[in-house]
């Protein structure tokens, strides 16, 4: 019995480095497909290198763009170059998006160095977490670990292209009290004319453990950027020089503040607790110009939008040990937000971020409010076999008060309110076999929810009452994972997702438009992943020595299955790459860590009707080309207050686009190189 419990334990720890516990606190996910990158076990990552950051999670799509304020992921065919608008992304289990419901854009990410490690759940996570078909990204919040002193970091960076980086940390963590705070500033001139940016963030944790079975804690983050905006380009005009700046007067603005109480609570009779209550104040703000087009003159007006979000949130969740190995959770989620948006015209080009002395030309007053209730058991069978079922009930309701609309805009003023009740529900069957192998099954429903463009657009004549019907997904996924041998991690699957009405805007003439729900996706493929540490299994693994070689990838193949548009069925969604493949092999000891990781990515569509846009100078190709991406990064510790950093990404200067629009495409970087120094007291 004991070396049999051994041997389970060796086998659950090695797991763990790839993905997340079977119980995670008060959250179930055995049965539900997961990875985990930890980001201490690879370089630093700095300016935010979402390629490096997320190459160890297997079929999440980045879209590139220079404008550091806004991020874009797709997933299995899911998804757009519109700030990762159909993947769920949080931080600690909190939703980072403007408006969770009503405007679930992502314009604040958290500098990678103040994070542990990255969270990648699939399917299920609508039944975790909340609305969106594709999976939940939970980026986890660095903590001190018991019994640190107190220390004080500071990494300073400097590279290409004016890339300056700051990143100071102080941290403890003795006794009942622990606490982190950092502050971090990036700027960089960009690659392009008005291409500069400033981000800074500020972050404060409090933790404190009355007794060994509580703790409480606050959080508080803060975000702030600011970048200048060069404007898209025709892919002649990307051809012909990528560099071209063509809005040299446009700027965004974004500040993002959050307040973070939680609590958790180990209860006799193996009953636990953990909630959260939640603040947050998101402040959008542009100032955006026509674009400026060879031999035509500057644009004679501005407009000035501003979008601010306040929301307030709860998530308070139980969970219930018993019988041998089986849990109970349950919860609830509650939700609201209050969200007003505006614009003026301005004839000052340059107008400041507040000054509202403009036009009025927009004025909406919107609201949402969400409210969940969920379950979950997992049950421990014979023969080591375990079943999860999940159910989830959700409400949604946005509202709208329009009392100012663009003027050309022929519709009335909006005043409209949308409310639905969605049941979830789910099923994951799992079986333990051999020596640290798993089969698991899941399928799970997810929805995507309602939002305020979607019964409002401010930018043309939606039709009140027209709003869309329910888009609803259900993903199947059934595969295996484990660690048969020492050093090696393996998982492959194959999944199935269908996406019913999904929602397009049609025109019903010249400008008038209602949003309908006219296509039904299938995404179905497989996913792969596969690591091996060639020390794991020799002297050097004793002395702190790890080789780890890495790939993974994703084979898609998804088609449009229904739509009222003539011609669309049998038609590729728009970033839905074929192939997705990510790979490496990092050195790391206790001194050194180095690594080298590709991402590539196959050709794929920008625009659901797979059809060219354009001619000359708006000429746009149907398909974004193939394109494979380097990065080498390294952290060298000299001593133990002392550690060099330095790294070159897009090692091959690969000249590339992969965010495209119907008004033009986004370069992405060329090769970028930085050196920095980071020093511990």
Do not use: C
């Not at 429903?445 to 019964?455: K, M, N, V």
């Not at 039709?463 to 329910?470: D, E, K, M, Q, T």
């Not at 898609?556 to 192939?579: E, M, W």
């Amino acid at each position: 019995m004991n070396v049999r419990a051994e041997d389970w334990r060796k086998f659950l720890k090695a797991k763990l480095v790839y993905q997340m516990p079977e119980v995670d606190g008060t959250k179930i996910t055995v049965t539900k497909k997961t990875t985990v990158t930890h980001l201490d076990n690879q370089p630093t990552v700095i300016g935010n290198n979402l390629n490096q950051t997320l190459a160890r999670t297997p079929g999440v799509l980045v879209s590139e763009q220079p404008t550091p304020t806004q991020f874009n992921f797709s997933y299995r065919g899911i998804g757009n170059p519109q700030e990762s608008e159909f993947v769920l992304v949080m931080q600690d289990g909190i939703p980072l998006e403007g408006d969770w419901i009503g405007f679930p854009t992502l314009y604040a990410f958290p500098m990678t160095q103040s994070l542990s490690e990255v969270q990648l759940i699939r399917g299920g996570s609508s039944l975790l977490y909340g609305p969106e078909p594709a999976p939940v990204i939970n980026l986890v919040s660095k903590r001190p670990a018991p019994g640190t002193p107190l220390t004080v970091t500071t990494e300073n960076v400097v590279g290409e292209h004016g890339l300056f980086s700051s990143y100071n940390v102080i941290e403890r963590n003795q006794g009942a009290w622990a606490f982190r705070a950092d502050a971090g500033y990036v700027h960089s001139d960009g690659t392009r004319a008005n291409d500069g940016s400033q981000n800074r963030q500020v972050d404060l944790y409090l933790g404190y453990h009355p007794d060994e079975h509580q703790l409480w804690w606050i959080d508080f983050h803060a975000i702030s950027d600011v970048s200048g905006d060069p404007g898209r380009l025709s892919y002649t005009q990307w051809q012909q020089d990528p560099r071209t700046a063509t809005t040299p007067y446009n700027r965004d603005w974004v500040n993002r503040d959050q307040l973070v109480l939680g609590h958790t609570h180990q209860f006799d009779n193996n009953w636990s607790l953990e909630a959260k209550l939640w603040f947050t104040y998101e402040d959008l703000v542009n100032r955006a110009a026509r674009a400026q087009l060879p031999g035509q003159p500057l644009p004679s007006t501005t407009t000035l939008q501003d979008e601010a979000f306040r929301t307030y949130g709860a998530d308070v969740r139980l969970r219930k040990s018993w019988g041998q190995g089986n849990a109970f959770t349950v919860g609830t989620v509650l939700f609201h937000g209050n969200d007003p948006f505006r614009q003026w015209s301005s004839t000052d080009l340059t107008v400041a971020r507040d000054d509202h002395s403009g036009t009025p030309v927009l004025n909406q007053n919107r609201t949402s409010q969400y409210a969940s209730l969920f379950a979950e058991n997992v049950f421990r069978l014979p023969y080591r076999i375990h079943i999860v079922p999940s159910v989830r009930l959700e409400h949604e309701q946005i509202s709208v008060d329009e009392t100012v609309k663009p003027p050309f805009l022929s519709r009335p003023l909006v005043n409209e309110t949308d409310r639905r009740n969605v049941p979830l529900f789910g099923l994951g069957i799992g079986n333990d076999f051999g020596q640290g192998n798993e089969t698991y099954f899941n399928v799970s429903q997810g929805w995507r929810p309602l939002r305020y463009f979607d019964i409002a657009s401010p930018f043309s004549n939606l039709i009140p009452g027209h709003a869309a019907a329910l888009s609803k997904s259900v993903s199947w996924e059934a595969g295996v994972h484990g660690v048969p041998v020492t050093g090696l991690y393996y998982d492959v699957s194959v999944f199935w997702i269908n996406f019913k009405n999904r929602l397009e805007t049609q025109y019903i003439n010249v400008i008038d438009t209602i949003e309908v729900n006219t296509g039904d996706t299938r995404s179905r493929g497989l996913e792969g992943q596969l690591d091996y540490d060639f020390f794991a299994r020799t002297p050097f693994a004793a002395q702190g020595q790890h080789l780890e070689a890495f790939i993974n990838a994703s084979l898609l193949n998804a088609r449009f299955t229904g739509s009222d548009i003539p011609g669309q069925v049998g038609k590729t969604p728009a970033f839905s790459p074929d192939s997705l493949i990510k790979t490496g092999v990092t050195w790391r000891n206790a001194r050194v860590k180095l690594s080298l990781t590709a991402v590539s990515s196959s050709a794929q569509y920008w625009q659901d009707s797979d059809e060219s846009y354009g001619s000359g100078e708006t000429y746009m190709p149907a398909r974004i080309p193939a394109y494979t991406v380097v990065d080498l990064a390294s952290d060298w510790q000299l001593t133990r207050s002392v550690k060099l950093l330095a790294g070159i990404s897009n090692l091959g200067n690969r000249h590339y686009f992969d965010r495209v629009w119907q008004n033009g495409l986004e370069p992405a970087f060329g090769r970028t190189w930085y050196t920095g120094v980071s020093l511990t007291m």
